[in-house]
């Protein structure tokens, strides 16, 4: 073969294999693909007090679903419409939230290519004619009038670059690696006020624990005991009824109290507008309606033929030094969660609470009343043994009236907030509440 023959056909084989390269490479990455790298993915968004909701939609890979969650702003108040619209504390959530999306940058340029999409689990989850496998999660905030803010699908952690994912916008193909420790919570526990019964457990100085049963039938009562414990001296709990060789098993009533004041809610249920506004003193007809009662009931709680309300679990009285009961009342078991609820809602096995508070009067009793203020015109030194008697009753009863006004105003604000809902709580924290006589009452031990 000759020289020039030779040359040709080398040059041949290299445009032939420049070809190949160019049709069989994935992905080629040109320098135009990195254009907007470093950029931020919205550039418009700056203010985080901007965003007035927040929708995370999952993907739910047992069930193949995908699961929808909402904190809104609407009406004056922060809600989770897929939960009933309940209470949401999300200001200061949903403002850290925008933040961490607009510090979100394309950090790095990775491919543009749709089939690698579920590599990078950057599939959006909304998409019905996509893969199963490899969705994100895709995280939308809007603000007034639903303006989107950032809309943006989070996919995997990248391999060997630490502290970063995958990011997409919906819509467009490019896939970024983007740094961010963003971590969105879908939990309705996570997005709630956490602190529901509001009880300081250094106050709480009475329990007693109503053990009974209802025939649902009959609504009649299986009283199996009603046990009290009292905070004595020493902060030493005492049960009624105990001998002199008993005492409280400290482990496991210390887990009650740690689980009251730290009551989370995994759901809830809206009650009838009439019962609600019943418990708020609001509705002028006290009666309860048919309605009402069916509700009650489909929750495992009943009236009884005097007009107490009852649970199919027993219920729970907390005393407090503030002057306010807390009554709990356990109701029936909640299976599952659902659409109704929201797929991240309740747990299995969970358990109805319904939860009232009333004035406890007797540790609220009126004291004597000075006869005269006569020492208050008078300097110290002038005294007689009556102006100090007086000055000791005014005091004592200034403390009364401002305790008493503090004890309406908590128990007003708390039966307003309990009045709306049927709350849903754990099977772990009912197990931990619904203790018994034997449960709580040990044997002493040696060392006692």
Do not use: C
């Not at 070809?19 to 992905?27: H, M, S």
């Not at 019964?197 to 109503?210: D, E, F, G, M, S």
């Not at 009292?230 to 109290?257: H, I, P, R, Y």
């Not at 305790?403 to 772990?428: C, G, H, M, P, T």
Request: no cysteine; proline share 3%; charged share 30%.
């Amino acid at each position: 073969m000759d020289e020039n023959k030779k040359t040709s056909w080398f040059a041949g084989v290299a445009a032939v294999l420049m070809i190949l390269a160019i049709v069989i490479a994935p992905g080629r990455i040109t320098p135009e693909a990195f254009i907007d790298q470093g950029e931020p993915f919205f550039a418009d968004f700056v203010d985080p007090n901007e965003a007035t909701t927040l929708e995370v939609i999952d993907y739910n890979k047992t069930t193949n679903t995908s699961t929808p969650f909402k904190v809104t702003f609407e009406n004056g108040k922060w809600s989770i419409p897929s939960h009933f619209n309940y209470p949401a504390d999300g200001q200061t959530r949903l403002a850290s939230t925008a933040a961490a999306i607009i510090q979100i940058k394309k950090d790095d340029y990775r491919s543009s290519v749709i089939a690698e999409h579920e590599r990078f689990n950057v599939v959006d989850p909304m998409d019905e004619n996509a893969a199963l496998e490899g969705r994100g999660q895709r995280i939308t905030i809007k603000g007034k009038g639903d303006k989107i803010l950032a809309d943006l699908i989070i996919g995997d952690t990248v391999e060997n670059k630490s502290g970063f994912r995958f990011v997409r916008v919906p819509e467009q193909s490019r896939v970024y690696a983007a740094k961010t420790d963003l971590e969105i919570s879908t939990k309705f526990e996570d997005w709630i006020e956490s602190d529901l019964l509001k009880a300081n457990r250094n106050k709480i100085n009475k329990v007693v624990i109503n053990d009974y049963t209802i025939n649902e039938r009959t609504i009649s009562i299986n009283q199996r005991d009603r046990l009290t414990l009292e905070k004595g001296d020493s902060d030493k709990w005492k049960a009624d009824k105990m001998k002199s060789s008993e005492q409280v098993d400290d482990t496991k009533f210390n887990q009650l109290l740690t689980t009251l004041v730290e009551l989370k809610i995994v759901d809830v249920r809206p009650k009838p507008e009439g019962l609600s506004q019943s418990l708020k003193g609001t509705s002028g007809d006290k009666t309860i309606s048919r309605e009402d009662r069916l509700s009650l009931q489909s929750k495992g709680f009943y009236f009884s033929s005097d007009g107490q309300l009852l649970s199919n679990e027993g219920d729970m009285l907390v005393y407090t030094e503030d002057g306010v009961v807390y009554t709990l009342r356990f109701g029936e078991v909640v299976i599952g969660g659902g659409a109704q609820v929201g797929e991240t809602g309740a747990a299995a096995e969970s358990r109805y609470i319904f939860i009232t508070t009333h004035i406890d009067s007797s540790s609220l009793r009126e004291p004597a009343k000075p006869l005269n203020e006569d020492y208050k015109t008078k300097p110290d030194s002038l005294y007689t043994s009556e102006d100090f008697k007086s000055k000791e009753l005014t005091q004592k009863w200034d403390k009364w009236k401002r305790d008493s006004e503090n004890a309406r105003k908590l128990n007003s604000e708390l039966n307003q907030r309990f009045a709306d809902w049927y709350y849903v709580i754990s099977s772990k924290s009912f197990d931990n509440l619904r203790l018994r006589r034997k449960d709580l009452v040990i044997a002493k031990s040696d060392k006692s």
